[in-house]
């Protein structure tokens, strides 16, 4: 989106924060161990990709109707996503390849998988586990772009329920391919329509399609712990946000946050535990073992926001832009 929304930003570093704070306290105890209680593990830090999603949604449906046509719509998503995905792949396969356990050390076969970003269809390993969550991300997208062609765009409660149905489905019986598409389906969904009442599509049937994906969400996540107090506070941040009512969350901090969180999803996971194995053997397990990598990562994910991932993103931009597409030049919004 060419203009940010600052309070959309806070929420995209809160969602990145739970992430980062999940896998360096739950998620490494789990693989590694902490020697710390684990009462200071963020379990229910998963969540924030599930905030990640129900963005998404939102952000990608003001994109596509900002575009002229599919090809525009391509570019800018291709844009947004591969460059920067690209640099920190190079850089995790770094660290990995030289300062990594020796089994998460990741081949150069692997890596050029990797470049795909959808290395899972390819039953490829990725080089850092939070890639996983890229390719529901490509999915959603070409969803959104196939819905264009056909000029389905518009037609949001047909399409929005055959997906919750689908989603529903698959989740009831297990049947599901990528199984992540389908059963985030109610957030991204969810994500469109907060868009639409932002926008001033205040309706009822909005908001009740809301309740709708909601309950879906709720049913695929019935195994997870925590899942009914975790996305109800996720829908009630949202709905505080398009009514502007959560302000307060408009902060140096969290919008900070926010402006790395592409890069600080993609760098943190493996770097991060790669730094931490070695503090352990120089220090006690405690919040300075946390503390250092999670500094460490912050840094890394500002050098790239600020020096590659702006400046590559404008330069990738106006290359493709000069480049016809054939077959995506027709209008979105006819």
């Known amino acids: 989106m060419d203009k940010r929304i600052t309070v959309l930003d806070s929420l995209r570093g809160i969602a990145a924060l739970f992430v980062v704070i999940y896998h ?5 105890r789990l693989k590694y161990g902490h020697d710390f209680s684990p009462l200071f593990d963020l379990k229910i830090g998963f969540y924030g990709v599930e905030l990640f999603f129900v963005i998404s949604g939102f952000v990608i449906f003001m994109t596509v109707e900002q575009c002229r046509n599919g090809s ?10 591969y460059p920067t995905y690209w640099l920190c792949l190079l850089v995790t396969f770094t660290v990995l390849h030289f300062f990594g ?6 081949s150069y076969g692997q890596l050029m ?24 991300e490509l999915f959603f997208y070409l969803l959104i772009f196939i819905l264009s062609i056909f000029n389905w765009l518009k037609r949001i409660y047909v399409w929005g329920a055959i997906w919750l149905a689908l989603s529903v489905v698959s989740s009831t019986y297990d049947i599901y391919y990528h199984h992540s598409f ?22 009822i049937k909005n908001h009740l399609m809301v309740l709708l ?11 997870e712990d925590y899942s009914i107090p975790v996305i109800t506070v996720i829908y009630l941040l949202f709905y505080g946000f398009v ?20 890069p600080l999803y993609l760098l943190h996971q493996e770097i991060g535990y790669t730094i931490m194995l070695y503090l352990r053997k120089i ?32 330069k990738v931009r106006a290359f493709l832009e000069g480049i016809r597409l054939p077959g995506l030049s027709y209008n979105l919004n006819k």
């Not at 356990?101 to 990741?106: F, M």
């Not at 389908?182 to 309706?203: P, R």
């Not at 009514?243 to 902060?251: E, T």
């Not at 006690?284 to 999670?294: E, K, N, Q, R, S």
Request: glycine fraction near 4%; aromatic fraction near 20%.
């Open 213 to 223: 994906a909601y309950l879906v969400v709720l049913y695929n996540f019935r195994d």
């Open 283 to 314: 220090m006690p397990d405690g919040i300075a073992v946390i503390l250092i990598p999670f500094i460490v990562s912050v840094l890394i994910a500002s050098v790239v926001s600020l020096y590659f991932e702006k400046p590559i993103i404008k």
């Open 101 to 106: 356990q020796p089994d998460s050390r990741p």
């Open 113 to 136: 998988v990797n470049f795909s970003m959808v290395q899972y269809l390819l039953h490829v390993k990725s080089v850092d586990g939070v890639y996983w969550s890229l390719l529901t």
């Open 24 to 28: 360096y306290t739950y998620r490494f």
């Open 182 to 203: 389908l059963k985030f389906a109610g957030l991204f969904y969810s994500g469109v329509l907060f868009y639409k009442i932002y926008t001033g599509n205040n309706v």
């Open 72 to 81: 525009e719509f391509a570019i800018k998503r291709f844009t947004r996503l």
């Open 243 to 262: 009514f502007q009512k959560v302000k307060f969350l408009n902060n140096r901090v969290l919008r900070f946050a926010g402006f790395i969180s592409y």
